[in-house]
């Protein structure tokens, strides 16, 4: 079976820095994207960034600049390097693969971003 393992969460002050790591495990099929959603209190699920296959990356308009997207050596892991965080941020954050058609999502690691 599929699972999608995100760590690195935790409590940051506003202008500080996280780095959010995902881990894939079982995952045999083409992975066509990865990518991190979050999800605020009282709002939507939101996509936060995205890599394709082809190693293209997309932002939201709101953490472009500061946020960055990447991938590891066996493309099992993908990170989201955030930087400059602001008390609009805390969520909880996603992981998700797109494999061979198939949606996968991890559970969730919480950021919260104090004043």
């Known amino acids: 079976q599929v699972q999608l393992v995100e760590s690195g969460g935790g409590l940051v002050q506003a202008g500080g820095s996280l780095r959010l790591s995902c881990a894939a495990s079982g995952i045999k099929l083409s992975i066509d994207t990865m990518g991190w959603y979050r999800q605020a209190p009282g709002k939507q699920r939101e996509l936060v960034a995205v890599l394709t296959s082809g190693e293209r990356s997309n932002y939201a308009d709101s953490v472009k600049g500061r946020f960055t997207i990447s991938s590891g050596n066996a493309k099992n892991t993908v990170y989201l390097q955030m930087n400059s965080l602001k008390p609009e941020d805390p969520a909880i954050y996603y992981c998700?693969?797109?494999?061979?058609?198939?949606?996968?999502w991890g559970q969730g690691t919480q950021v919260t971003v104090s004043s």
């Open positions: 998700k693969a797109l494999c061979d058609g198939l949606k996968y």
